[in-house]
Structures are given as structure tokens and as C-alpha cells.
Nanobody, 126 residues
Framework: QVQLVESGGGLVQPGESLRLSCTAS????????MAWFRQAPGKEREFVSA????????YYSDSVKDRFTISRDKAKNTVFLQMNSLKSEDTGVYYC???????????????????WGQGTQVTVSS
């Protein structure tokens, strides 16, 4: 089993920044894709960003592209999400996820991930 623990959420004003972290422990998949999803109240969980396997390729949803940056520290089994220019619509619970069997075409589908963190709340409000 692999355990994922997120941290770094909080309450910020529009335009501010936050950096989320997700650390994997247990049976870690150092070459697996690491992704971030978020879920706002009453809405489905949606894809935010992913670091595809150990290729260095990164992917973003259109709503966060150019504002968010995903990165990973393989030595520490940690993935980060730097979120800049935050907007009220970025509010939600942010989850990291991983799955060693994921294929590229399924990267944005939350149902394809078997391993999830507990989530961290991000609230953007003035």
C-alpha cells in the first residue's frame, strides 16, 4: 500500500499564492504519475495537474494553466503544486493521487486512480 499525505492548504485572498505538498510513503511508485485533483462543494472531483511518470512532462487543466506549477522531488517522494494568482473559483479540497498502471489517455479521469490522499482545504476569499 502507498500512503499520500497532503499539506499546505489554507485561507488566502484573491491574487495570493499557496504551495501544496504531497508526500508518499509505504510502497511508493517513484516512476508513477502524480496528479492533483480538486473538488468544490456540490461538484465533481476535477483534474488540476499531473506530472507524467518520470518523463518530466507536466499537464494542466485550462482553468489553472499559466497560474499553477507542478513539480516533484523524487528523492523525497514528494510532489508540489505552486498556485499563484488564486481566484475564488479555485476554492475546494485538493487531493493528490497516483497509480502505477495509469495510461496517458486516462490521466484526467479521477476514476482511474487507486491511491488518494485525504485532501487539503484551499479557500480563496476576500
Amino acid at each position: 500500500q502507498v500512503q499520500l499525505v497532503e499539506s499546505g492548504g489554507g485561507l488566502v485572498q484573491p491574487g495570493e499564492s499557496l504551495r501544496l505538498s504531497c508526500t508518499a510513503s509505504g510502497r511508493t511508485f517513484s516512476r508513477a504519475t502524480m496528479a492533483w485533483f480538486r473538488q468544490a462543494p456540490g461538484k465533481e472531483r476535477e483534474f488540476v495537474s499531473a506530472s507524467w511518470r518520470d518523463t518530466g512532462y507536466t499537464y494542466y487543466s485550462d482553468s489553472v494553466k499559466d497560474r499553477f506549477t507542478i513539480s516533484r522531488d523524487k528523492a523525497k517522494n514528494t510532489v508540489f503544486l505552486q498556485m499563484n494568482s488564486l481566484k475564488s473559483e479555485d476554492t475546494g479540497v485538493y487531493y493528490c493521487a497516483t497509480d502505477p498502471t495509469l495510461i496517458l489517455s486516462s490521466m484526467r479521469d479521477a476514476r482511474q486512480y487507486d491511491y488518494w490522499g485525504q485532501g487539503t482545504q484551499v479557500t480563496v476569499s476576500s
